[in-house]
């Protein structure tokens, strides 16, 4: 029989009325579960729960708020073979990407358990005579969180634990396509012992339980990533709401890799591979754009090449797989669609971009290469969230800076290079929430901020120190002692 898995409401594992089947993208034979597809009145009961668990977590002793989230981290470290095998096979990144995301949610726990030791606030002198200045962090309330399938542990842990390190409480709602990984973390967390009501799971779709979440006037805060679109959408919601709602949205990404002629060639290639490939290219951070100099073009697409020949694209959890499936048969849709596009547009698909059949039935996609792109295809400009990269040859430096700046997003941005002037100049003039040099636009540490400008992120910065922006809110209290 296949497994089911429930809501978390209130401590409670809830049925829901109706059920969804959770397919493997390696093998569609394989059917994971069935997940709860859940309902505004199941939002009403989640919310009801975490307003009612509110005041007490709110002022719950910090060292209590540490221990639950440091035993957390302690069992997804215990467990993260096993986690990261319930990633991949959901997803469809590879083991041992998936044990890696695994853990960096257990990282991200036992951070935050010890940055609900370290809030504190500011005395501050008043210009009135008598009078005591006193800023402090409060927690905000119920914080609804909707989360995208790409990194289906990592970003569920990376907006919980801030959350509840500072004493709110929390109605969560994971992408339709990878509900295991958000039941494993909130069964985890639950058993750490937080009380009745503080973390409520909701799972289901978008348009049912996101928009419930979204719309509920006990809900205070939202904390959303995924696409631009809903992200957008999201935003004004929470600004026409009554009382409005504090927002922070990370969204896409068209993110540039610059290589200049001085790069060291192997570095070069590496990163844009793993930039761009890895994770079968579904990463917000994936290097889309290469953006090359003339000098080392013609040497950066060959050796490029060769290293995309060697990349092994098959199931996700099998031993050798450097690329696992595409997430499902619409997104494979979706990047088809951008090949497609791509050569109406003019672009060359270099190597790759073909469907694979192995041995089980998946959604395999070789990486696909494109070469002679101009930045203004929109093949260069529309983020297409798949193991499809576009080269654009460019002059110089000066026209690869421009270049990688000309985009309506800003959230990773790369160069290699072995000059300290250019790498300089770069990091100060790039466009981009992060930037890197000689390394892959994807992969951050988690103790420092995470997130971009323009059309990639809106609001306060994710991770580290910098999550109390959004996750606390500030009160200035002034007192006239006599
Ligand atoms: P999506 O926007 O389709 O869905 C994201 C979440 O929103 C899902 O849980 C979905 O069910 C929910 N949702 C959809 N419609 C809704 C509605 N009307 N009301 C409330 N919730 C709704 O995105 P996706 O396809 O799951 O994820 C891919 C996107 O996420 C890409 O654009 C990627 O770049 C982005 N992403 C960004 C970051 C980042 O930190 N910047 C990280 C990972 C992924």
New binding site residues.
């Given amino acids: 029989m296949t497994a089911q898995f429930s809501n978390f409401i209130a401590g409670e594992s809830v049925r829901a009325a109706r059920m969804l089947p959770n397919i493997n993208p390696s093998n569609t034979h394989d059917v994971i579960g069935e997940f709860a597809s859940g309902s505004a009145a199941d939002v009403n009961n989640a919310v009801a729960a975490a307003k009612a668990a509110f005041p007490a977590w709110s002022r719950s002793n910090p060292q209590e708020r540490h221990d639950i989230l440091k035993r957390a981290s302690d069992e997804v470290m215990a467990r993260k073979d096993e986690l990261g095998r319930i990633l991949s096979r959901e997803e469809g990144k590879t083991l041992a990407e998936g044990i890696g995301e695994a853990t960096r949610a257990g990282q991200i726990l036992a951070f935050f358990a010890g940055e609900a030791l370290r809030l504190n606030g500011e005395v501050v002198n008043s210009i009135r005579p008598g009078v005591g200045i006193e800023v402090t962090r409060e927690a905000l309330g119920v914080i609804g969180m909707?989360?995208?399938?790409?990194?289906p542990i990592a970003?569920p842990a990376w907006k919980l634990a801030p959350a509840l390190a500072y004493g709110n409480t929390v109605v969560i709602?994971?992408?339709?396509?990878v509900p295991h990984s958000a039941w494993a973390l909130c069964d985890i967390l639950h058993r750490a012992g937080l009380p009745r009501g503080v973390l409520n799971l909701v799972m289901?779709?978008?348009?049912v339980?996101?928009?419930a979440?979204?719309d509920h006037g006990d809900v205070l805060a939202i904390s959303?990533?995924?696409?631009?679109?809903?992200?957008r959408?999201?935003a004004a919601?929470c600004v026409a709401s009554t009382p409005m709602k504090k927002v922070q949205?990370?969204?896409?990404?068209k993110n540039p890799l610059v290589v200049l002629d001085d790069a060291d060639l192997r570095i070069a290639v590496e990163c844009a591979a793993n930039g761009a490939f890895f994770s079968t290219g579904?990463?917000?951070?994936?290097s889309s754009r290469l953006i090359v100099t003339e000098g080392i073009h013609d040497r950066f697409v060959a050796a490029l090449t060769e290293r995309m020949q060697a990349l092994v694209v098959d199931d996700a959890l099998k031993a050798g797989t450097h690329i696992g499936p595409v997430?499902d048969a619409k997104?494979l849709e979706v990047d088809e669609g951008y090949i497609a596009l791509g050569r109406s547009e003019g672009a060359k698909l270099h190597w790759g971009g073909e469907r694979l059949n192995r041995e089980n039935p998946g959604f395999y996609l070789q990486p696909a290469l494109f070469t002679e792109c101009t930045n203004q295809m929109r093949l260069s400009r529309e983020?297409v969230?798949g193991p499809v990269a576009s080269v654009i040859r460019v002059k110089d430096y000066e026209e690869a800076l421009a270049v990688a700046n000309d985009t309506d997003f800003g959230?990773s941005s790369g160069i290699c290079t072995t000059s300290l002037k250019h790498a300089t100049h770069y990091r100060r003039n790039s466009e981009a929430g992060m930037v890197m040099v000689n390394l892959p636009t994807a992969g951050v540490d988690y103790h420092v901020p995470?997130?971009?400008r323009k059309g990639?992120?809106y609001g306060p910065r994710?991770q580290g120190a910098y999550a109390r922006e959004f996750y606390t809110t500030v009160k200035t209290a002034y007192t006239f002692a006599g």
Wanted: hydrophobic share 35%; glycine share 18%.
């Fill in positions: 909707i989360t995208p399938w790409n990194f970003i709602k994971p992408a339709e396509l289901g779709k978008g348009s339980v996101g928009q979440i979204i959303f990533t995924g696409s631009v679109g809903t992200g959408r999201i919601s949205l990370e969204m896409g990404g579904q990463r917000c951070t994936a997430v997104q983020e969230f959230l995470f997130g971009g990639s992120s994710e």
